[in-house]
């Protein structure tokens, strides 16, 4: 993943007075550097956000199943990572991960209504399939049908499903598995099957 333009020491550096320290931060930052991620799965570093906390680092995320030359992506997200020392009351912590996960679904999904607590459910299991403890999550999941008529009506009828959620990070040290935890939501909605038992992600090439 490309990730190799951060440079805390440069625009990422916190104001002074902030009581950041920029050795976590890189910490944090060389973890999810390394971090192994599904093939399917390309992610590059875009713009952070300002003002959200002291440091930010963000991420965009996009899923190519077969990794075609002309495919298009079946899911979009992005990953952003907080990090404020003052650990404001509604983190519950000193990091925050907030997300977004976003993919067309089957066109039978849209008359579901349990699809909310079922993406919902996605993003939790993803969490603790990798034992990873988490504190004050919140979000919401939308599911948007979309018809068309007159001259458009032969087109299908389309559902999107996005998944936002936020959530603080516990230990320190398993940042880089929240990244992967996100990883692992945005292909299953966009449709890849789990890796089987024993298979493990290895670093490859990232856009």
């Known amino acids: 993943m490309v990730v190799s333009r951060i440079d805390v020491g440069r625009d990422r550096t916190a104001p002074a007075g902030t009581g950041v320290d920029p050795a976590a931060f890189e910490r944090a930052v060389e973890a999810i550097r390394a971090a192994a991620l599904r093939p399917e799965l390309l992610v590059e570093e875009v713009p952070a956000p300002t003002r959200l906390a002291p ?4 991420l965009s995320g996009e899923v190519f199943p ?3 030359e002309d495919e298009e992506p ?10 404020d020392p003052g650990a404001p009351e509604p983190w519950e912590g000193v990091w925050r991960v ?17 699809m909310g607590h079922v993406g919902w459910s996605w993003l939790t299991e993803a969490l603790e399939s990798r034992g990873l403890a988490f504190a004050a999550e919140a979000g919401a999941v939308t599911c948007v049908i979309s018809e068309s008529f007159g001259a ?4 299908d009828q389309t559902v999107e499903m996005e998944i936002r959620a936020s959530w603080t990070p516990v230990d320190d040290d398993t940042i880089d598995q929240h990244l992967q935890a996100w990883g692992d939501l945005l292909c299953t909605i966009a449709g890849l099957p789990p890796l089987p038992d024993g298979v493990v992600p290895l670093p490859g090439s990232r856009r």
């Not at 440091?55 to 963000?58: F, G, S, V």
């Not at 996960?101 to 349990?114: L, Q």
Request: glycine share 10%; net charge neutral; aromatic share 6%.
């Open 98 to 114: 907030v997300t977004y996960a976003k993919a067309t679904m089957e066109p039978e999904v849209g008359g579901d209504p349990m």
């Open 66 to 68: 077969t990794r075609g």
């Open 74 to 83: 079946t899911a979009t997200g992005r990953f952003v990572l907080l990090h």
């Open 152 to 155: 458009l009506s032969d087109r």
């Open 55 to 58: 440091a930010a680092l963000a």
